[in-house]
């Protein structure tokens, strides 16, 4: 299990905030912090690092996620 | 709890850290833990005040996303942690409960809410269709990488020179006099004048209220045992007066014989400064029309001009006592004591605003009163930047940055190389001033009302515009048109706009200004604006890449780049005209960077913007010194100080007569366009008060401020109170030929007019008294003068409500 | 997805220190957190104007805090409060001193407002009553609390209309929230000296609240002793003393 600590800088554009937010809100690898003007603190928990690394790509490419910056990565559990 | 909720619990927290750190320090560009440390959840930093010209700095107090708090700058050689009652509060200016947070159209008549992509693209279509008649009118409440901006799309974009700031209605004379005795605007003292002067003279100027800090600064050495003496040249009796050792009453327009006859008594006594004055000046007289050259004039000549201003001739016109007057020229008359004198917009809203300016700099000349520590005559100005973004930048219809001029065929060369543009993209005539840009703006296009569309930022011209019934209003009424403004609250002139464009404030922005002392001020943004209101700059800069996209040519320099090209560390093009790019660099840092290379040709040298990120200010000309460190000039022109300073002890090196000396201008006293008469038997002066700021758009909103001084009022002579037969508090009717207003009356007030004078300040948007003011300027600044015309004052109707 | 648009890993150690610190707060290490509440929700209702007039009819008219002043004026000066009278105040006296000192402020460090009429030409004289400090007619003038400046007017502002006669506009509505005042500084073991949780800049005299004229509640058990740092510490923070931090490169 990888941990990683996370930031997302969200599109101030409303509606694309909110189509935001219920996307990571139904992704069950996610922890979404509480959100601090634009940035959304998140916990991200992987199977591996690799998974990590994709989960990143991932939440990088949707649309209405500006910036994901990577705060901390645990990597204790990892197998 | 298990290691691996331990483990989220943790991340949590980091990645709660990180944003807020993200959020709140504005964008992740910028090094990382190098900013201010927060205490108690409060991080604090450094910012110029928002409001006058002063330019306090303050310690601002951020927690979860808001200004909590506000302190003075220990560290600020302006204020020296110290504030006025405006600046403790300035805070609160951003958190009035009606802020405008979205693009707004007029349609039928309604503001209705826009998008932000369609409210650029209606700005860009009226600069498209018709660039000739487009206009900014500026500010000096810009910050200096916003006038920058503006004053380069204008002038090197649309190519018009259709732009003026409303400082040309608070400091025009002050420049014209500057430019006319100097050959180079602004002053040479600095506020470290103050804690040295033996004696401040004060010409129409009420430092109690409008400069607080400077005004504690000079009597605070008396609590300190200093000897100080304060003398107040005034047209009625202020705050400031209370503290001076004479307070001298004159009647409006009267100072120029004042000054003219304290310049005869040094004359004709021989206390005059004769090696000062040969050594280091020129004497000059008028020209017809007037000119800032002006013809060259005798020392005899000079004296024999002044041979009327006795101080009898004087006393009857100005109600001064002969003896006063001789007290004032023995004065300026010994060498043993330092004399700085201050004024701002007594001098400046004057018909004969360069003349004064110019009589006031002559005397300090006369008596060698000049360029040593305490020996200056200084202006004051009374917005954050008027000097920084109006006068440096030069967003005047007549300017180029840096002190440079359209008018001259070098300085445009000059202009359109740093700009990177075509020869003869820049025109050489100057745009419209003030008061004619919205003479034709209310002025229909087929009667010769060749301005179509006016952008204002940052200031309020329904209700700062003398006689605005006729600048203003009528072009509200006129079909065609078209009104854009960004501001922050539904102030008067935003309410009556046809666009509205909603703008981050102060600390929601990062910014530069220059204050009244020649000090560039630097800040970062704090806090995020509310809803989508969005930087003025961004935008000026969204216009520029619309009007660009559009294919407008201007948008592009001669190498086919885009005006305003914005880069980042790896010199790759960011596209800052996209709000969500904006601040993924510091686009300020880029257009002051770029202004700088302006400021060398007239000696006003700026240094790096990264210089300013470390300072409480630095005052031009900032020099690199061999170790490669920024030096300050404090005294301007003195060689003790000024780098630039080589060759004597005072070296005027923009000398108008080219000969390092600066110019004695001889000016007659003339009577005001407009007098008192039997049907408009009294003067009106207007002014501001201690607690409220410009026309009170921010100050209005502060609970403190606004509760202290809830409303205008005109302030009468309890005679005058009594002939009229009026009460404290009754609403009178205060008219001129131009127009009224219905203020209560308070008996003296904060200050305490003479008998037939009344007073009306201007901050309160539900009393416009500028309805009343007169729009006659001064043939050379173009500056209205807003201190006195004729009004009466009268009783309402019976039963009136 | 765009190169651009990601952002590497950010100083992982720093964060850390923050994570840590963060923590820490949440687990109750620290407890000296402020409290943030508005300051300009409670401000007290607008006196009723009153009526115009004369110098001469102004001794008989009572109003405002000092409407008893003119019976007993400067009948508190000579003398004043016995220092050495034993201080019996509770918690409820704290909270009730710190609510009263909040309504005239827009936060903690802003001057407060005058709750009286003053001159608003000319000298005020501010110092009269408020260098010292005294008590006229059971009315406590405080001390000011920090050096002479001789414009008092430039910061501290009446907190009511002052034009005799006229109708008020309504407050403006603002939703500015302040910094509240700290609660109690830190004791390094109980009974130790409290470290000053606030500070000391234009707070210099600490008997202007905490001496013999300050409100109950926030008094000193040793109004007596005048060296006050001797044994309570500042913070170098608060004061904008601490060393320089190395400003943000732009």
């Given at each position: 299990?990888?941990?990683?600590?996370?930031?997302?800088?969200?599109?101030?554009?409303?509606?694309?905030?909110?189509?935001?937010?219920?996307?990571?809100?139904?992704?069950?690898?996610?922890?979404?912090?509480?959100?601090?003007?634009?940035?959304?603190?998140?916990?991200?928990?992987?199977?591996?690092?690799?998974?990590?690394?994709?989960?990143?790509?991932?939440?990088?490419?949707?649309?209405?996620?500006l910036k994901v910056d990577v705060v901390a990565v645990d990597f204790s559990e990892d197998v | 709890m298990d290691r691996r909720d331990f483990l989220k619990t943790t991340a949590m927290a980091?990645?709660?850290?990180?944003?807020?750190?993200?959020?709140?320090?504005?964008?992740?560009?910028?090094?990382?833990?190098?900013?201010?440390?927060?205490?108690?959840?409060?991080?604090?930093?450094?910012?110029?005040?928002?409001?006058?010209?002063?330019?306090?700095?303050?310690?601002?107090?951020?927690?979860?996303?808001?200004?909590?708090?506000?302190?003075?700058?220990?560290?600020?050689?302006?204020?020296?942690?110290?504030?006025?009652?405006?600046?403790?509060?300035?805070?609160?200016?951003?958190?009035?409960?009606?802020?405008?947070?979205?693009?707004?159209?007029?349609?039928?008549?309604?503001?209705?809410?826009?998008?932000?992509?369609?409210?650029?693209?209606?700005?860009?279509?009226?600069?498209?269709?018709?660039?000739?008649?487009?206009?900014?009118?500026?500010?000096?409440?810009?910050?200096?990488?916003?006038?920058?901006?503006?004053?380069?799309?204008?002038?090197?974009?649309?190519?018009?020179?259709?732009?003026?700031?409303?400082?040309?209605?608070?400091?025009?004379?002050?420049?014209?006099?500057?430019?006319?005795?100097?050959?180079?605007?602004?002053?040479?003292?600095?506020?470290?004048?103050?804690?040295?002067?033996?004696?401040?003279?004060?010409?129409?100027?009420?430092?109690?209220?409008?400069?607080?800090?400077?005004?504690?600064?000079?009597?605070?050495?008396?609590?300190?045992?200093?000897?100080?003496?304060?003398?107040?040249?005034?047209?009625?009796?202020?705050?400031?007066?209370?503290?001076?050792?004479?307070?001298?009453?004159?009647?409006?327009?009267?100072?120029?014989?004042?000054?003219?006859?304290?310049?005869?008594?040094?004359?004709?006594?021989?206390?005059?400064?004769?090696?000062?004055?040969?050594?280091?000046?020129?004497?000059?007289?008028?020209?017809?029309?007037?000119?800032?050259?002006?013809?060259?004039?005798?020392?005899?000549?000079?004296?024999?001009?002044?041979?009327?201003?006795?101080?009898?001739?004087?006393?009857?016109?100005?109600?001064?006592?002969?003896?006063?007057?001789?007290?004032?020229?023995?004065?300026?008359?010994?060498?043993?004591?330092?004399?700085?004198?201050?004024?701002?917009?007594?001098?400046?809203?004057?018909?004969?605003?360069?003349?004064?300016?110019?009589?006031?700099?002559?005397?300090?000349?006369?008596?060698?009163?000049?360029?040593?520590?305490?020996?200056?005559?200084?202006?004051?100005?009374?917005?954050p930047s008027a000097c920084g973004t109006v006068r440096e930048v030069g967003t005047l219809a007549h300017a180029l940055p840096g002190g440079l001029v359209v008018a001259n065929p070098e300085?445009?060369?000059?202009?359109?190389?740093?700009?990177?543009?075509?020869?003869?993209?820049?025109?050489?005539?100057?745009?419209?001033?003030?008061?004619?840009?919205?003479?034709?703006?209310?002025?229909?296009?087929?009667?010769?009302?060749?301005?179509?569309?006016?952008?204002?930022?940052?200031?309020?011209?329904?209700?700062?515009?003398?006689?605005?019934?006729?600048?203003?209003?009528?072009?509200?009424?006129?079909?065609?048109?078209?009104?854009?403004?960004?501001?922050?609250?539904?102030?008067?002139?935003?309410?009556?706009?046809?666009?509205?464009?909603?703008?981050?404030?102060?600390?929601?922005?990062?910014?530069?200004?220059?204050?009244?002392?020649?000090?560039?001020?630097?800040?970062?943004?704090?806090?995020?604006?509310?809803?989508?209101?969005?930087?003025?700059?961004?935008?000026?800069?969204?216009?520029?890449?619309?009007?660009?996209?559009?294919?407008?040519?201007?948008?592009?320099?001669?190498?086919?780049?885009?005006?305003?090209?914005?880069?980042?560390?790896?010199?790759?093009?960011?596209?800052?005209?996209?709000?969500?790019?904006?601040?993924?660099?510091?686009?300020?840092?880029?257009?002051?960077?770029?202004?700088?290379?302006?400021?060398?040709?007239?000696?006003?040298?700026?240094?790096?913007?990264?210089?300013?990120?470390?300072?409480?200010?630095?005052?031009?000309?900032?020099?690199?010194?061999?170790?490669?460190?920024?030096?300050?000039?404090?005294?301007?022109?003195?060689?003790?100080?000024?780098?630039?300073?080589?060759?004597?002890?005072?070296?005027?090196?923009?000398?108008?007569?080219?000969?390092?000396?600066?110019?004695?201008?001889?000016?007659?006293?003339?009577?005001?366009?407009?007098?008192?008469?039997?049907?408009?038997?009294?003067?009106?002066?207007?002014?501001?008060?201690?607690?409220?700021?410009?026309?009170?758009?921010?100050?209005?909103?502060?609970?403190?401020?606004?509760?202290?001084?809830?409303?205008?009022?005109?302030?009468?002579?309890?005679?005058?109170?009594?002939?009229?037969?009026?009460?404290?508090?009754?609403?009178?009717?205060?008219?001129?030929?131009?127009?009224?207003?219905?203020?209560?009356?308070?008996?003296?007030?904060?200050?305490?007019?003479?008998?037939?004078?009344?007073?009306?300040?201007?901050?309160?948007?539900?009393?416009?008294?500028?309805?009343?003011?007169?729009?006659?300027?001064?043939?050379?600044?173009?500056?209205?003068?807003?201190?006195?015309?004729?009004?009466?004052?009268?009783?309402?109707?019976?039963?009136?409500? | 997805?765009?190169?651009?648009?990601?952002?590497?890993?950010?100083?992982?150690?720093?964060?850390?220190?923050?994570?840590?610190?963060?923590?820490?707060?949440?687990?109750?290490?620290?407890?000296?957190?402020?409290?943030?509440?508005?300051?300009?929700?409670?401000?007290?209702?607008?006196?009723?104007?009153?009526?115009?007039?004369?110098?001469?009819?102004?001794?008989?008219?009572?109003?405002?805090?000092?409407?008893?002043?003119?019976?007993?004026?400067?009948?508190?000066?000579?003398?004043?409060?016995?220092?050495?009278?034993?201080?019996?105040?509770?918690?409820?006296?704290?909270?009730?001193?710190?609510?009263?000192?909040?309504?005239?402020?827009?936060?903690?460090?802003?001057?407060?407002?005058?709750?009286?009429?003053?001159?608003?030409?000319?000298?005020?004289?501010?110092?009269?009553?408020?260098?010292?400090?005294?008590?006229?007619?059971?009315?406590?003038?405080?001390?000011?609390?920090?050096?002479?400046?001789?414009?008092?007017?430039?910061?501290?502002?009446?907190?009511?209309?002052?034009?005799?006669?006229?109708?008020?506009?309504?407050?403006?509505?603002?939703?500015?929230?302040?910094?509240?005042?700290?609660?109690?500084?830190?004791?390094?073991?109980?009974?130790?000296?409290?470290?000053?949780?606030?500070?000391?800049?234009?707070?210099?005299?600490?008997?202007?609240?905490?001496?013999?004229?300050?409100?109950?509640?926030?008094?000193?058990?040793?109004?007596?002793?005048?060296?006050?740092?001797?044994?309570?510490?500042?913070?170098?923070?608060?004061?904008?003393?601490?060393?320089?931090?190395?400003?943000?490169?732009?």
């Open positions: 299990m990888t941990v990683s600590a996370l930031v997302l800088t969200l599109d101030p554009e409303p509606v694309s905030r909110t189509r935001v937010l219920e996307r990571l809100r139904g992704d069950a690898r996610l922890c979404l912090g509480d959100r601090v003007l634009d940035r959304l603190p998140v916990v991200a928990m992987t199977t591996s690092c690799a998974a990590g690394d994709a989960l990143f790509g991932e939440l990088g490419a949707i649309e209405g996620i | 980091a990645a709660t850290a990180a944003a807020y750190r993200l959020a709140l320090d504005g964008d992740s560009a910028a090094a990382p833990g190098d900013g201010p440390p927060a205490i108690d959840g409060v991080r604090w930093d450094k910012a110029p005040c928002r409001f006058c010209g002063t330019g306090c700095h303050v310690q601002v107090g951020v927690r979860g996303g808001k200004v909590v708090a506000i302190a003075g700058d220990d560290k600020a050689e302006v204020n020296k942690g110290l504030l006025c009652v405006k600046g403790y509060h300035v805070g609160l200016a951003l958190y009035g409960k009606d802020r405008l947070t979205r693009p707004l159209l007029r349609r039928n008549g309604k503001l209705e809410p826009i998008s932000w992509d369609q409210a650029i693209e209606i700005v860009a279509e009226r600069a498209f269709g018709n660039p000739a008649g487009f206009a900014i009118y500026g500010s000096g409440q810009w910050t200096i990488p916003e006038g920058y901006a503006a004053n380069k799309l204008i002038k090197g974009g649309l190519a018009s020179n259709q732009i003026d700031p409303n400082a040309r209605l608070c400091m025009a004379s002050a420049v014209t006099g500057f430019l006319s005795t100097y050959g180079v605007d602004e002053p040479a003292g600095c506020y470290d004048d103050l804690d040295r002067a033996d004696v401040v003279l004060m010409w129409g100027n009420n430092p109690a209220e409008m400069h607080p800090i400077l005004f504690s600064r000079i009597i605070d050495r008396r609590a300190r045992g200093e000897t100080v003496r304060l003398i107040d040249l005034t047209t009625r009796r202020t705050r400031t007066s209370g503290f001076c050792d004479r307070t001298l009453i004159f009647k409006p327009q009267s100072d120029l014989a004042i000054a003219n006859g304290i310049a005869h008594l040094l004359v004709e006594s021989g206390t005059y400064d004769r090696a000062f004055v040969d050594q280091f000046c020129n004497f000059r007289k008028r020209t017809d029309p007037p000119s800032l050259q002006g013809d060259a004039s005798t020392f005899e000549e000079y004296r024999q001009a002044l041979a009327e201003y006795t101080p009898e001739k004087v006393e009857d016109i100005s109600g001064v006592p002969a003896a006063d007057l001789r007290m004032l020229a023995e004065l300026f008359g010994r060498r043993d004591l330092r004399i700085t004198s201050l004024w701002c917009m007594g001098m400046n809203q004057h018909t004969r605003g360069t003349a004064i300016n110019d009589l006031v700099h002559g005397i300090h000349l006369l008596s060698g009163h000049f360029g040593k520590p305490g020996d200056a005559p200084t202006s004051l100005t009374g917005q300085h445009r060369k000059e202009a359109e190389e740093i700009w990177n543009l075509p020869a003869g993209r820049i025109k050489d005539k100057p745009g419209y001033h003030t008061v004619e840009m919205w003479k034709r703006f209310s002025t229909a296009a087929e009667q010769g009302g060749d301005i179509d569309t006016i952008w204002v930022q940052v200031t309020n011209p329904a209700r700062t515009l003398p006689n605005a019934s006729a600048l203003f209003d009528p072009s509200r009424r006129l079909p065609g048109k078209f009104l854009i403004v960004s501001d922050v609250y539904p102030t008067a002139t935003a309410m009556a706009a046809d666009l509205v464009l909603p703008s981050a404030m102060w600390v929601e922005k990062n910014g530069v200004f220059g204050n009244s002392e020649r000090r560039t001020q630097q800040w970062f943004r704090m806090v995020q604006p509310p809803g989508e209101a969005r930087d003025d700059c961004w935008q000026l800069l969204a216009v520029a890449r619309k009007l660009h996209d559009k294919g407008l040519p201007g948008m592009k320099d001669k190498d086919g780049k885009f005006l305003f090209r914005i880069v980042d560390d790896a010199g790759q093009e960011v596209p800052v005209w996209d709000w969500r790019r904006y601040y993924d660099v510091n686009v300020d840092q880029q257009l002051f960077d770029e202004y700088r290379r302006f400021t060398r040709f007239k000696h006003k040298d700026l240094a790096p913007y990264a210089e300013y990120v470390k300072a409480r200010g630095m005052r031009w000309p900032v020099v690199e010194q061999a170790d490669g460190t920024w030096r300050e000039t404090r005294f301007r022109f003195a060689r003790f100080d000024d780098p630039y300073a080589t060759k004597a002890d005072l070296q005027f090196y923009h000398s108008v007569t080219k000969d390092d000396r600066a110019l004695i201008w001889f000016h007659p006293y003339e009577p005001p366009p407009e007098v008192p008469d039997a049907g408009y038997p009294m003067w009106l002066c207007t002014g501001r008060v201690l607690e409220h700021w410009h026309s009170g758009t921010m100050t209005m909103r502060v609970p403190q401020l606004q509760r202290a001084m809830p409303q205008a009022y005109v302030e009468m002579h309890r005679d005058d109170a009594a002939a009229l037969g009026v009460a404290d508090g009754e609403v009178v009717i205060v008219e001129s030929r131009r127009g009224k207003v219905e203020v209560p009356v308070w008996i003296d007030g904060r200050g305490q007019p003479p008998r037939g004078s009344v007073f009306v300040p201007f901050f309160d948007e539900t009393l416009p008294i500028n309805q009343v003011t007169l729009d006659a300027f001064d043939p050379l600044s173009k500056q209205p003068d807003y201190k006195k015309c004729a009004v009466r004052v009268r009783r309402r109707p019976v039963g009136t409500p | 997805m765009s190169e651009p648009r990601r952002t590497g890993a950010l100083e992982i150690g720093m964060v850390c220190v923050v994570a840590v610190a963060i923590v820490g707060l949440i687990s109750g290490v620290r407890g000296t957190g402020r409290d943030v509440r508005s300051y300009v929700a409670s401000q007290p209702a607008v006196d009723t104007q009153v009526a115009a007039r004369s110098y001469a009819d102004e001794r008989a008219a009572a109003h405002g805090p000092n409407a008893e002043a003119a019976a007993g004026w400067f009948g508190g000066l000579p003398g004043g409060p016995d220092p050495f009278a034993p201080v019996v105040q509770s918690a409820q006296d704290r909270a009730d001193a710190l609510a009263r000192r909040a309504t005239r402020r827009a936060f903690d460090g802003a001057p407060p407002t005058i709750p009286h009429r003053i001159d608003q030409h000319g000298v005020p004289a501010c110092l009269t009553c408020h260098d010292r400090g005294t008590t006229i007619a059971g009315v406590v003038a405080p001390r000011m609390s920090h050096e002479r400046h001789d414009s008092c007017v430039q910061c501290h502002v009446v907190a009511t209309d002052p034009r005799p006669g006229t109708v008020t506009p309504p407050a403006p509505d603002n939703g500015f929230v302040g910094l509240a005042a700290p609660a109690t500084g830190e004791r390094a073991w109980p009974g130790a000296p409290p470290t000053i949780p606030h500070t000391t800049r234009m707070r210099e005299r600490c008997d202007a609240c905490h001496g013999v004229y300050g409100a109950l509640g926030m008094r000193s058990s040793h109004p007596w002793r005048a060296s006050c740092l001797q044994c309570h510490g500042r913070s170098a923070e608060l004061d904008q003393r601490a060393p320089v931090a190395i400003p943000r490169t732009p």
